[in-house]
């Protein structure tokens, strides 16, 4: 029964980005040119989220102005190297390669005990470090590529692959990316492969997750966007054990959506009464 | 009864740069003259852009200040209706837009409903302006009602009631709330309510929205104007900045009138006895 209601709630997502496409690319188009910038850098993982924006900014800037960046670590899969250079022949982009073992390697060899987690999250983090650098010597703005699933679970690292100045994917449930990235004929192995952080071998999102995206979107969708307590998911078919643990989770990781929180001692404080848009700056 | 030829002066405001807008604004009245238009019509804070928080204090302008004195002196050609933060002699905050024609102000309408949920934090930096009345232009009385004022029913009802042919709506409306349908939801809601109220009050409704992103906000544009009989008269078909001139045949108003004579048995008096003792029994 939860398969079936999540399947039907994953099926009404994917048909309400039909018209969402002109949006994310007039999103990015916009909120790029009126920083005064015209390009925009990433990382290409090989995976469905990063190869969506690929497509999306290319029709907002054209291919000249898009440098997406592959960042392997040596246990990195070599079929997600593949899938990501598929993107960049598909697109016309030239490729740009930056192996991070080195880095990554002479940390951890003082490092002995260091956790998946760990070594993970200081991938992510090296990885964004190179974006951040080469976005100076591309004069280019660092797009994110975090979708709703994995900023509202806090599936990501903070200052590591959640960092961004702008992302366009944001506000799409994982299903919602696969159905874009239908509607922008990303290669279907990109599109039909088990999601993954490639954080190490045969690691897959779902498998470290524990529970399917398709289950996540409708029970986020259920909480989040129609506000549903979690009784409502519960008595609509979903485990209560699911349920609660997506919802201590969206809890749990509200840290890495906000800004630091900053001691107020001032009339007017940064993110509390000093309040102005990003686009004030622009 | 004549026709007037309206310009949906559909722009996309640069966010808390008054003269820019300003420029942008004379540059549209420039071509709508060039066009032979009677009036001019921009969205709701054309000239400041919509998500000012903290900005609100700086880009206000007295109704007597140069910047604003120059679009009042634009109207000596073309009729020009336009939107700003307006600040009284007692410094409160204002969304308003103002009629002009033949270079002095016709009417000032305060935006009276200011939308504080969700996405939206007028109440927060703006006073709700008190006072609510149609204006007579040339051959035809008009009302101006901001965005949110006309989802409450009662502020068109009241111009009606003050003798309405035509209802302008200058609006800052977001895209939000995507479904099947190509175009989001509350796109498809403001075509409903335009046509909707224009058939109900047998007036023509001109509604402006600007376009552009602001942090993120998408605003859809698709400025429209819906006639006395419904139906719809134009549509600005596009997200992006535009001016076009649609003709109102202000001679259908009073067939329409005729036809299906709502406003003749509208029964005021009925209304004002009725609300008066609901209002008390509350």
């Given amino acids: 029964m939860q398969r079936d209601r999540a399947m039907d709630i994953c099926r009404k997502l994917e048909t309400s980005v039909a018209g969402a496409v002109p949006v994310l690319v007039g999103f990015l188009r916009d909120e790029i040119l009126k920083t005064g910038h015209r390009n925009a850098i990433f990382g290409l993982s090989g995976g469905i989220d990063s190869a969506v924006v690929a497509y999306l900014a290319v029709l907002a800037l054209g291919k000249d102005h898009v440098y997406p960046l592959i960042m392997p670590y040596r246990e990195s899969s070599q079929a997600s190297v593949n899938d990501a250079r598929q993107v960049l022949a598909d697109l016309g982009l030239q490729e740009r390669m930056f192996d991070i073992t080195p880095q990554v390697d002479a940390y951890f060899s003082c490092q002995e005990r260091a956790t998946h987690l760990r070594r993970g999250n200081k991938m992510a983090r090296e990885r964004m470090s190179i974006i951040y650098d080469q976005s100076v010597v591309y004069q280019a703005l660092p797009l994110g590529t975090s979708n709703k699933t994995e900023l509202l679970l806090g599936y990501g690292t903070q200052f590591g692959d959640l960092a961004s100045a702008l992302n366009p994917v944001g506000d799409l449930f994982k299903t919602q990316v696969r159905a874009i990235a239908g509607q922008l004929s990303v290669p279907e192995s990109i599109r039909r492969k088990a999601p993954s952080a490639d954080l190490w071998q045969d690691q897959t999102d779902e498998d470290e997750l524990g529970f399917s995206y398709e289950d996540a979107d409708a029970i986020l969708h259920l909480l989040v966007d129609e506000r549903l307590t979690e009784e409502e998911v519960v008595r609509q078919g979903f485990q209560g054990e699911l349920v609660d643990q997506v919802m201590r989770r969206i809890r749990q990781h509200q840290y890495k959506r906000r800004m630091p929180v900053i001691a107020k001692v001032s009339s007017r404080t940064i993110g509390i009464d000093f309040r102005y848009p990003r686009d004030w700056g622009m | ?282």
């Fill in chain 2, 1 to 282: 009864m004549k026709s007037i030829r309206v310009a949906l002066g559909q722009v996309q405001p640069v966010l808390g740069d008054v003269y820019a807008n300003a420029d942008k604004h004379m540059a549209f009245i420039d071509r709508a003259v060039e066009q032979g238009a009677d009036v001019v019509v921009f969205p709701e804070l054309g000239l400041t852009g919509y998500l000012l928080r903290d900005l609100t204090y700086q880009v206000a302008r007295r109704i007597d200040d140069p910047d604003i004195e120059k679009l009042i002196g634009a109207s000596q050609r073309i009729d020009v209706l336009f939107s700003f933060v307006e600040e009284s002699a007692a410094h409160r905050f204002y969304t308003c837009s103002v009629y002009a024609s033949g270079g002095r102000v016709i009417h000032v309408h305060r935006k009276i409903y200011l939308p504080t949920y969700g996405l939206f934090e007028e109440g927060r930096h703006f006073s709700r302006g008190e006072s609510l009345n149609s204006f007579a232009v040339a051959e035809y009385r008009a009302g101006i009602a901001i965005c949110e004022d006309v989802w409450h029913p009662s502020v068109p009802y009241l111009l009606s009631v003050a003798g309405m042919d035509v209802l302008y709506v200058p609006a800052a409306g977001p895209g939000r709330a995507l479904g099947g349908d190509p175009h989001s939801g509350s796109q498809l809601f403001w075509e409903r309510l335009i046509r909707t109220y224009a058939q109900l009050f047998t007036c023509y409704v001109v509604f402006v929205n600007r376009v552009g992103f602001e942090d993120g906000v998408f605003f859809f544009g698709h400025s429209a104007i819906a006639g006395p009989d419904g139906e719809m008269v134009g549509k600005v078909e596009s997200h992006d900045e535009r001016l076009e001139i649609f003709s109102l045949d202000l001679a259908s108003i009073r067939k329409e009138r005729y036809r299906t004579p709502l406003l003749r048995d509208e029964d005021v008096h009925f209304t004002q006895r009725t609300l008066a003792r609901l209002v008390e029994g509350q």
